[in-house]
């Protein structure tokens, strides 16, 4: 893993059901050792694959065990020694943020991110240092342009969007 202080890993999901039978023809390969996804234009048997390098690559056969032993839990590991880290994940619709982020409870191994840094901050091992964290969390939804508070009194309330800060109040002259 690399040493940049921004690390962009892939997690490419296996195909569905429906996927397979839409198109048996894989066009995604995983090289995990090189960091690398290879994709193949459908039917284009003798076009060379296009490449693309990351800090991280992972195929629908890892589980989210190996993902956070090897990215995710030194960042985690940072923030219990006072260092900032996000974790943030991104993808089209159904690419599996949701699986990777949350998770399912079984398989145990493919519990989510969120769970797994929890029980890494606030879990048994943690209980022996001699530190006191304060934590504070919130839980938004932005979806269409709507933003509405997750663990509001009202999950359906629509949210303003409120910068609360006079620096980035426009001044016209
Ligand atoms: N690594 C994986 N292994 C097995 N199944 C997966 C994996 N990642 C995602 N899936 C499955 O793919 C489907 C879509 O995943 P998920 O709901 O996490 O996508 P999403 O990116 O959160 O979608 P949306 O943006 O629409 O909320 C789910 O059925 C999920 O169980």
């Known amino acids: 893993m690399s040493s940049e202080s921004v690390r962009v890993v892939v997690r490419c999901r296996p195909l569905n059901d429906r996927e397979k ?8 390969s995983v090289e995990p050792q090189l960091c690398q996804c290879s994709i193949r234009r459908p039917g284009g048997q003798g076009d060379p694959p296009k490449q693309f390098t990351f800090d991280g690559a992972y195929s629908g056969e890892h589980s989210t065990e190996r993902l956070y032993n090897d990215t995710v839990c ?3 590991e940072g923030v219990t020694e006072g ?3 996000t974790i943030f994940a991104y993808g089209q ?7 990777t982020m949350q998770g399912v409870s079984e398989p145990e191994a493919q519990r989510g991110v969120i ?11 943690s209980q022996t240092k ?3 964290f304060l934590v504070r969390a919130c839980f938004l939804e932005i979806y269409n342009e709507d933003i509405r508070d997750l663990l509001g009194n009202d999950t359906k309330q629509r949210l303003e969007l409120d910068t609360g800060n006079p ?7």
């Open 21 to 28: 039978a839409e198109s048996p023809e894989a066009v995604l």
């Open 74 to 76: 030194p960042l985690v």
């Open 83 to 85: 260092y900032n880290g």
């Open 93 to 99: 619709t159904g690419s599996g943020k949701s699986f």
């Open 115 to 125: 769970p797994r840094a929890f029980e890494h901050v606030f879990g048994p091992s």
């Open 130 to 132: 001699n530190t006191k």
């Open 167 to 173: 620096s980035c109040e426009q001044h016209t002259e």
